[in-house]
């Protein structure tokens, strides 16, 4: 399967934990995005990268909350002390950026994080 | 700011009917539009784009959509709906212009099909 993987698929965890998820986008893509979807809503934008940069960030992703894509290919998002607000499917997207062009987003199955 | 709506929470349609799910955004430049689709317990699945030329975009699945700029919308159409088409439809939108990347999102139109 050639499409964005996350890992794991679901996380349980205790109020003031911390967590961390990955996500492997699709081998060429160059942009990674990741999103927030909480019950009922669609998702909503945290955080972007080109290649290793981190280019932009929602002011959704409190202090508590840092991604990262060392080389360019896979990236993590860590959860320092887990909220119950932070509940949610976390989505990972890759895209291939070129020229002038905007090409769609792929995204993988989500990342559903339970904080008791 | 750059935002979504869309209307109905609920669509319910019989199978063989025509289907359409509304979507209106609001942007201050010209915008990229997408429709995506959700299964449950699965990710997001590109259905089609507007981004630029002909109004009407055709997609996966036999789905389109009309780019209509004086009424700013973009309703996704199927001349003919499946039972396996139920599920969640999200229309998204980015501006052309500028540094920002991201998609914003609708809340999303739960599509059921009856057979």
């Known amino acids: 399967d050639t499409g964005v993987s996350q890992n794991p698929r679901h996380k349980i965890t205790k109020r003031g934990q911390n967590v961390t998820f990955r996500c492997d986008p699709i081998?060429?893509?160059?942009?990674l995005y990741w999103y927030r979807q909480t019950l009922g809503q669609g998702p909503e934008f945290l955080t972007y990268f080109q290649n290793e940069a981190q280019l932009e960030k929602s002011r959704l992703l409190s202090d508590r909350f840092s991604a990262e894509r060392p080389k360019g290919s896979f990236s993590t998002l860590e959860i320092q002390r887990t909220e119950q607000g932070d509940s949610a499917m976390y989505l990972c997207?890759?895209?291939?950026?070129?020229?002038?062009?905007?090409?769609?987003?792929?995204f993988g199955p989500g990342t559903r994080l339970t904080v008791l | 700011a750059q935002s979504v709506a869309q209307p109905e929470d609920q669509v319910n349609v019989a199978e063989g009917n025509p289907l359409t799910v509304k979507c209106t955004y609001s942007v201050s430049g010209n915008p990229y539009l997408f429709w995506y689709v959700q299964y449950p317990n699965r990710g997001l699945q590109f259905l089609l784009k507007y981004i630029t030329g002909d109004n009407l975009v055709k997609g996966s699945y036999g789905f389109e959509a009309e780019f209509n700029k004086s009424q700013t919308s973009f309703h996704l159409k199927k001349p003919s709906a499946l039972v396996s088409d139920s599920a969640l439809y999200f229309c998204?939108?980015?501006?052309?212009?500028?540094?920002?990347?991201?998609?914003?999102f609708g809340s999303g139109t739960q599509l059921t099909v009856l057979p």
């Open positions: 997207a890759s895209s291939l950026s070129s020229g002038y062009s905007y090409n769609e987003q792929f």
């Open positions: 998204a939108v980015r501006v052309i212009s500028g540094s920002a990347r991201q998609l914003t």
């Open positions: 081998s060429e893509h160059n942009r």
